[in-house]
């Protein structure tokens, strides 16, 4: 029976009986889970997922520090701010930020390529808040870095859970931004742990996050940078509630399942017991998937699809006749129409959502990364892109959405050339192999640092279970020599 919340007079049902529907003690549980999470009891597969993911994001940081548009304002405003003076790290920036300005700066450069990991039930990116919070939290108390991969899992946890309790399609439908919104408590989470926080000082930062919960779809008007921003922010304000929370500063009780918390004011039908399933013994973060290229997700099935067969028969773009990419019916929304619209992309953002623009770079070129979008005017692509098709695939579609799978069909040298892929690789089930992962990180991170400078970070983010503490590894992300900010 469904209930609604009346002024003064508690929750009832719609017809009209005074009634309080059952509560979970959600906020206490994360906070006592994020608490005493430690790295010893994280299962291998757990703790070794971790630090990949920490390695994928910082080429984002990397990366998004210098080629995004946004960042050069973003800095200039975190100048205005007075976040640019302490000793805190940012990567790709040689300049030391206050600890507010580096999980703010950190989060937002890790969000600006959109090619950060995906939590695809929850439609998030959960890396981007939670990480730079816990690297600055690092970084304020001396952590060890065993403790701050412990708190990563825990911001994760309650990240990614929180969304798919929301659900997350309800909460996208009231125009919220769950990685925003979501990723608040995961940062305070994960702060809170790095920082030693008892269950109780992180509960009160849980229900300090929630003041602060912010993040709108709005930026899908006009392209505004505000997506970027807002996670970010998200990530800043994880921080300061975990820090005030230290100082014995209260927070809101229930702050996640209350009649006023979390769940109930940005979604209409939360499922509060569902963000709880096996808290402590299944691991949402092991749901996470990496992108190994910089475009939406929809796209990719038929990328791994065109560099299979480009390697397995030698194609030539010049040899190419015509290619029909088959695709799920969202898949078609995003990034296969209106077709001749995705066949001449204008920019970054168009590449990004056109299928004809990702399929051409990787049949041409046998790769597709981000410095693919500085090719996009290349005759050879302009060539091909309009030979490439989209259509709504019924196999393809029998899989989704479990499955983000895909189809190509190349016509050359008066042969037929199909490959389907179910599960595109990324995916938690068929997840990047190190080598893959330091090789997508390289072509981030190496325009910034320099190779050899880059090893070194990369070494470090991969052996940080046994470091005494982060500011090595952070100062590994300082380039040596200055690098252009995008537009300068």
């Known amino acids: 029976m469904a209930h609604v919340l009346i002024s003064g007079q508690g929750w009832r049902t719609l017809r009209g009986e005074r009634r309080n529907p059952p509560m979970v003690a959600l906020t206490q549980r994360f906070a006592a889970y994020a608490a005493g999470i430690g790295h010893a009891d994280l299962p291998a ?25 946004s960042s050069a304002p ?3 405003a975190a100048r205005a701010m007075g976040l640019m003076q302490g000793q805190h790290a940012v990567l790709g920036e040689a300049a030391r930020v206050s600890p507010l300005g580096a999980a703010l700066l950190n989060g937002a450069f890790a969000h600006s390529l959109d090619f950060d990991d995906t939590h695809a039930a929850g439609t998030l990116h959960p890396g981007a808040p939670v990480i730079p ?18 708190a990563v899992v825990a911001g994760y946890e309650v990240t990614n859970r929180l969304s798919v309790a929301m659900p997350a399609g309800d909460h996208y439908d009231r125009g919220y931004h769950p990685t925003a919104t979501c990723g608040a408590f995961g940062a305070a989470a994960a702060a809170g742990r790095v920082l030693g926080l008892s269950a109780a000082q992180i509960e009160d930062a849980l229900g300090i996050a929630l003041s602060q919960a912010a993040g709108s779809l709005q930026f899908l008007a006009n392209g505004a940078w505000t997506k970027r921003f807002q996670v970010g922010w998200a990530s800043m304000a994880g921080l300061a509630a975990a820090l005030t929370a230290r100082e014995g500063f209260r927070g809101a009780a229930e702050a996640l399942e209350g009649k006023a918390g979390f769940l109930r004011a940005y979604a209409p039908n939360p499922t509060p017991e569902r963000a709880l399933r096996g808290l402590g013994e299944e691991y949402e973060l092991m749901e996470t998937a990496v992108k190994p290229y910089p475009s939406c997700r929809y796209g990719h099935a038929c990328v791994d699809a065109a ?16 290619v029909t990419m088959g695709l799920p019916n969202k898949g078609m929304l995003l990034v296969g129409a209106p077709l001749e619209y995705k066949q001449h992309p204008k920019n970054v953002v168009d590449g990004q959502f056109s299928g004809p623009f990702v399929v051409s770079c990787a049949l041409a070129h046998g790769h597709f990364g981000w410095d693919s979008y500085a090719r ?23 899989e989704f959405p479990a499955n983000m799978s895909g189809k190509l069909t190349v016509r050359a040298r008066g042969q037929v050339f199909t490959k389907f892929v179910k599960v595109p690789k990324g995916e938690p089930s068929n997840f990047l192999t190190e080598e893959e992962l330091r090789a997508k990180f390289h072509g981030l991170a190496d325009a910034v640092l320099g190779h050899e400078r880059a090893v070194q970070l990369a070494d470090a983010i991969l052996t940080l279970a046994t470091a005494p503490d982060v500011h090595a590894m952070l100062r590994l992300g300082a380039p040596l020599q200055p690098v252009r900010l995008a537009g300068e």
């Open 307 to 322: 560099l299979a067969l480009r390697a397995e028969h030698g194609l030539k773009a010049d040899e190419i006749e015509s």
């Open 133 to 150: 919070a816990a690297l600055a939290a690092a970084e304020i108390s001396g952590a060890k870095g065993a403790d701050v991969i412990a």
């Open 376 to 398: 996009m005017d290349e005759a050879e692509l302009r060539t091909l892109m309009p030979k490439v098709t989209t259509e709504e695939d019924p196999e393809v579609q029998a």
């Open 74 to 76: 973003l800095l200039a």
């Open 45 to 69: 597969e757990v703790e070794a997922r971790t630090r990949f993911l920490i390695l994928d994001l910082a080429g984002n940081m990397l990366r998004g520090r210098h080629d995004a548009e």
